[in-house]
């Protein structure tokens, strides 16, 4: 048998999906393989006119080196004593459009494919073969569209270097003893040299620091403005003044009840 088969897939594309076996499995058309065997093994029902028949087997693709590619395939019936034998080679011819897949070779059938018409199990073959091509190139074509591109990675922006405060110079302290060093003095001139002299209260307060310890200053009580406000001292009256106005007011309540008790007698 000799039959032609053009897909529009480039053929470095095609070439990739005939090296990866379990994409061949997968465009085999029907084909459902069975656990644990190899990729392109399992049951395949095959439809020839009225009739369908179903074979399990497996197929084999290997690559030459003339850059040609050997099918080979043997299955039984699942239901009879009937086999089948492949023995096919792919050649593959780039064009302009895409690529032209020549299928050659020989295929040998016992059991009940053999009672068939020899042009209802021709043109089943060959439905098969256009199908199982397609879906290669298919499966090429979806490989191509999920190769992922290479990332970019954006470029990070430089940031901005944070100067901790334990790495800032410090500027060394200045020579010049007389410019750093202020005696207490010299401060309190400083504050009260716009106003031409010092008040009398601080002229008081610092007469009377002067020749006092740093412990009798902070135990001072405050002077001028600042000082406590003593507390009102009371009093106390004469024991006899307390007992003369009650007295005064007993001997005036007296005099008037005795003036009228002389106008009544009267």
């Known amino acids: 048998m000799e039959h032609q088969v ?22 085999v058309p029907g084909l459902q393989q069975d656990a644990g065997a190899e990729p392109v093994a399992g049951r395949l029902k095959l439809r020839v006119g009225g009739h369908s028949v179903t074979y399990r087997g497996a197929v084999r693709v290997t690559p030459r080196e ?21 023995a096919l080679t792919l050649r593959l011819t780039g064009t302009e459009d895409g690529t032209t897949v020549t299928v050659e070779g020989t295929a040998d059938a016992d059991g009940r494919v053999a009672e068939l018409p020899a042009d209802a199990v021709a043109s089943a073959a060959t439905r098969l073969l256009n199908r199982f091509v397609e879906s290669l190139a298919e499966t ?20 901005p270097e944070h100067t901790s405060v334990f790495d800032t110079e410090v500027p060394p302290p200045s020579l010049d003893r007389d410019a750093d060093e202020t005696t207490p003095d010299d401060r309190f001139t400083e504050d009260f040299a716009d106003l031409g002299e010092p008040p009398a209260e601080a002229a008081h307060a610092r007469r009377t620091m002067i020749g006092r ?3 009798e200053v902070d135990h001072a009580p ?23 106005a009650p007295a005064a007011a007993l001997a005036l309540a007296s005099a008037i009840v005795l003036g009228r008790a002389l106008r009544k007698r009267r």
Do not use: H, I, M
């Open 213 to 215: 310890s740093a412990e």
């Open 6 to 27: 053009f897909v529009p897939v480039p053929v470095e594309r095609l070439r990739e999906a005939l090296a990866d076996p379990a994409r061949v499995a997968r465009a």
């Open 66 to 86: 003339n850059g040609t590619y050997a099918v080979e395939g043997d299955a039984t019936e699942a239901r009879g004593t009937g086999s089948v034998k492949l």
């Open 140 to 159: 090429a074509e979806t490989a191509e569209e999920q190769e992922p591109e290479p990332e970019q990675v954006p470029e990070q922006e430089q940031e």
């Open 222 to 244: 405050p002077r001028g403005r600042y000082a406590p406000v003593p507390a009102p001292q009371t009093v106390a009256g004469n024991p006899a003044l307390r007992w003369a």
